[in-house]
């Protein structure tokens, strides 16, 4: 299994998939601030062990909206149109000469994803559906890709990692029913990196509710990072695409929070 590590934030490898080195913990909202660079999720071994992980409360950032905040306009969810955008983004990787392709799994149909995971207890949702049945993620974890498919910092997981992954953030979270406005049970971990996952509710949530699936990061919290999966791709394809975007997956930290906010508008704000 997976070892669950507590950090203050962690540093994925850059997307050659080697490990960067002496990089700077920060966070989302001094990001947001501009007081700070984007940069990735310092790693670091030997900061917390498993038992001090399990004792940190998932308290996130709650954004339930209150009665004056203003709706969140999202257009219908389209396989067709996410499973083209995916595709955009696996070139646009290529492009950057990072061959992702070669490490990528045949797509999943609808009944073998089912089968497969029959670990997971809630109905798994359209858009996982159509996320693996367009590419079955990457067979080794993000240490062991040489280009992993990032979604920003956490990398796209095979069904027999999500697995893993998410036996893990229920090992590294005792397993809590429900936390902020999230059952955290009942969120699948496409994506992971080093003790963080991205994860898809597939129950209700009120971390927003006027959001109907949001993308949620799990990293010593629960913190929103994309209204959807679709705003996710979206995002992670303009990033990529950017001129500025460098070897080791970062862009400069206003352009890259100004294209997070054009895909989420008002994302991260206090």
Sequence with gaps: MHEFI???????????????ENDATLSLRSLADGTLPMKRRDFNHGLLSMLAAASWPLGGCDRRSEPSAPPIRRPSFSSERFQSQLEAMRQAFEAKGLRVS????????????????????????????????????????????????????????????????YLSMMSGYAGAPAISGLTLTDCFPFAAFNGGWLVLPCSPQTLDSRLARPVVSVMEGAEIFFYSMQTMVDTCLEWISHPLFSADGSLPPDVELAIWRRHNPGIFAS
């Design 6 to 20: 507590a950090r203050p934030g962690r540093c994925k490898a850059p997307l050659s998939g080697k490990p960067m």
């Design 102 to 165: 070669d490490t990528l799994l045949p797509p999943v149909d609808a009944e073998t994803l089912a089968q497969e995971c029959a670990w997971f207890p809630a109905p798994l949702p359209k858009e996982l559906t159509a996320l693996y049945g367009w590419r079955g993620g990457q067979a080794e974890d993000a240490w062991n890709t040489e280009y992993p498919f990032w979604f920003r910092d956490d990398a796209f997981c095979s069904l027999r990692n999500a697995e893993r992954e």
